[in-house]
Structures are given as C-alpha cells and as structure tokens.
C-alpha cells in the first residue's frame, strides 16, 4: 500500500475501522453485545462499548508504521444536517481526530448514511455513482429512508425524499425477530428461516407516492405467527410485507424521478428476498451492514481527488 486513508465508524451497534488506497478497500468490524431478550443498548452502553472495542478492531486491519496512512476520516453524525446527533460517533471521531492531529494529516468527517451509499456503491463495482445523480436507500435498523443522491464537492449529498413515516424496516425486523425468539439483531435469521418457507403472503402497508407507514405490519405479524403457529412462515411474511411497501415506493419513485440509477445500502440491504423482489444495484452484503469502507473511500477521494 502506498497511500491510504483510515477511517473510523461507531455507530449504535458496530465498531468498525477500515483503509482505502483509491482501488482496494478492506473493513474490520465486530458487533456490539447486546443482552439476550434487549431490543438495542442506551447510547452511553454503546459509547462505553465503542471506546473498549477500538483498539481491538484497528490491530484486526494488521496496518503498520509504514502503511502509508495519508488522511483520517470518521462518521461523526447519523445523518446530514447540523441537527443530527448521536454520541456513539464520538467514540470514533475522537480517535480519527487524535490520530490525524498526532500525525499531521488531514481529517475528514461526513455522516454515516454518506458512508453507507459510499460503501454500497464501491462494493457494487458502480463507483462512478458517487460523480453522478441517483436515487439510493438506506435501509437499517434505525432508518428506511428514500434519497436523491448528488455529487458535492468531491463527495455526495443526500436530500430524504421519502421512506417509512415511522417504524424503520430494520427495527420491525427485529421486532419480528423478537416475537419468534430470535437474538437481537435478527436479520440474518429472520432471512434465514424465510428460506424454509414456500408461502408468498403479506400484509400491504399504505403507500402513499413515497413514503409508507410500517407501524400496523408489527401487529400483522403478532397475528400472523398465532395463526400459522410457524416461524418459517412468519419470517416470511413479516419480510415479504416490508418488502412490499419499499417495492411500491421505488416503482412510484422511477415514474417520478425517471431512469435514474437505484442504490440500495444499509443491514436490510444483504436481505435475499429483497435482493430477487426489486430491482436495483445492490452492495455485497458484508458492506451492507454498518462499516467504515464508505468512510474510507469518502475521505480519499476528499482528500486525493
């Protein structure tokens, strides 16, 4: 290697640490723990548990002094905007800004959600999305969020157009997940055991153009599981009714935006029944999930053009 930029990502459930030399890429990550039958962590368990991990995931990258680190780049808030604020992303900022002042290097911050669309686009092998316009999901536990994506200033700005009103998709998932006893975050199981499952009904949530509402589809599912008595099929109608209103809004937004590209990222985004139900440019599932590659990328191309 011999330039990279290092970036940091401490968001609500992962503590990740990645480098990115303006080709190649690689991530570490490690989830944080979450008690079984817990729903998520309080933001000072997750800041505690960033603050303890990082060391731990930056030795698992193997760099060295001569790896030739040339700028720093963190997630410092969720999103956009000067009101978007969450104190796990200090853990990650901190040290991103310890470093690049102890080395005299240049330090690059931007949102998690940029990461995630940065991340998506370069596992893709589609790139050249960040230098050009196109519609983009970030589909998490904290966020299902319709975005027109532009480039700016070497890098990407991401303007909400439309997505769920209130529950995320990740965090219905889970809820899901919860009521079947699977172990918080539950989406790769859930996924999992909609495999086993040959039935294709669901509960279709109320779109309207852009934006749906996930808040009735809990209640669907609790019904659903007391009726059938089958977590197999469970799992799959609660992804199948997600999966449903997303799909409607997308088609809704390729009438209204014309034939723009549609990226997809976040945890949702590895999902199997999502990936073969709507069409779109989809990450490789290990860069779906929270990591610092997006980050990474973000700050070199910041920094190195």
Known sequence: MNRISLAFDTSNYTTSVA??????????????DVPEGALGLRQSEALFSHVKRLPEVTQMLGLKRDSGIA??????????GEDSYMPCFLAGLSQASSLAAALDLPL???????????????????IDLLGTKHLAWHISGGTTELLLVKPH????????????????????????????????????????LSRKSTREDFFAPKVNGLTFSLSGVENKVQEYYFDTKSKE??????????ISAIDRATKNAREQYGDLPILFSGGVA????????????????????????????????????
Not at 108 to 126: D, E, L
Not at 233 to 242: D, F, K, Q
């Open 153 to 192: 200033d070497k890098g990407i700005s991401c303007t909400g157009i439309g997505g769920t009103t209130d529950l995320a998709a990740g965090q219905l998932i889970d809820r899901a997940g919860g009521h079947l006893g699977l172990r918080f975050p539950a989406g790769r199981e859930l996924d999992e």
């Open 270 to 305: 590895s999902n199997r029944l999502l990936r073969s139900m709507v069409k779109g440019v989809y990450p490789e599932p290990r860069y779906a999930s929270d990591n610092a590659i997006g980050i990474a990328v973000l700050t070199y191309r910041q920094v190195f053009g």
């Open 71 to 80: 700028a720093v780049g963190a997630a410092s808030k969720p999103r956009e």
């Open 19 to 32: 480098w990115f030399d303006g080709e190649r890429g690689e991530n570490a990550g490690r989830l944080l």
């Open 108 to 126: 690059c911050s931007f949102s998690h959600q940029q990461g995630h669309i940065a991340a998506a686009a370069w596992s893709a092998g589609r």
């Open 233 to 242: 099929n469970t799992a799959c109608y609660a992804l199948r009714s997600v």
